[in-house]
């Protein structure tokens, strides 16, 4: 009786230490695909410019 008790404990306590790192897992994945969307969008000026200034520089080095 006593063995079945320790090991629903153990079950218990396994299932709430799973639960907390699967918790902090997707809380993690969120925070990084938040800092990822605002890291594209002040990016996203920066390479259009870059592409403008790559296909200028193309257009000028293109001989006529």
Known sequence: ???TVVWIAVAVLAVVVL???AYGVLGAAGRVRREVA????EV???LTEA??????AAEVQRPS
Do not use: D, I, S
């Open 38 to 41: 605002a890291f594209e969008r």
């Open 1 to 3: 009786m006593l063995l």
């Open 44 to 46: 996203r000026p920066l």
């Open 51 to 56: 592409q403008a200034t790559a296909a200028r």
């Open 19 to 21: 639960g907390a790192l």
